[in-house]
């Protein structure tokens, strides 16, 4: 299994750590959070479930007052991150990261970072979400921009 630190050089605050998953003869089983691991110090306080058809993209989106701790759980996904952040050591970096259910793992995209996923392959993605902030309707926290834009230097295929 690989170690998160085996992605380089990666954004600031970006934290990645691979998980089995362990198969036997009635199905697979793997973990998908648990506070031991040290990925992120804050409690759980919100969980959803995200699908993305196949050739879709969501994004670009960033968050001001929440980190994303995203688990991939089906399908094949294409992360793409950028970092449009104030003062951060790695301003201006891009990551672009594959996770799949044979390459599982639990990331975190802090406040601040723009990204967009797309599903890869012919099936949907499947992803669970654990933010840091709970969705709240009258201040959602979300900021968005065009798939196309002048922000940031990556184009999708």
């Known amino acids: ?9 990666r954004i600031h605050g970006v ?6 998953t362990i198969p036997d003869d009635r199905g697979t089983l793997c973990e ?12 759980l306080v919100y969980v959803y479930q995200v699908t993305i058809r196949p050739g879709q993209i969501k994004g670009w989106v960033k968050h001001a007052k929440q980190d994303d701790r995203i688990f991939v759980s089906m ?11 104030d003062g951060s050591p790695t301003r201006g970096m891009l990551n672009e990261l594959f996770f799949s259910h044979h390459n599982r793992a639990l990331f ?6 723009w990204h ?28 968005r921009l065009p798939l196309v834009n002048d922000l940031i230097p990556f184009r999708f295929k």
């Open 116 to 143: 967009a996923l797309r599903a890869i392959g012919s099936e949907d993605v499947l992803f669970i979400n654990m933010p840091t902030r709970a969705y709240d309707y009258a201040d959602p926290d979300k900021f």
């Open 32 to 43: 998908v959070f648990r506070p031991a691991w040290g990925v992120h110090p804050d409690p």
């Open 15 to 20: 934290e990645i750590k691979f998980l089995p």
């Open 75 to 85: 399908g094949t996904c294409q992360v793409v991150l950028y970092d449009d952040r």
């Open 1 to 9: 299994m690989r170690d998160w630190q085996s992605i380089s050089p």
């Open 108 to 113: 975190t995209i802090p406040a601040g970072v």
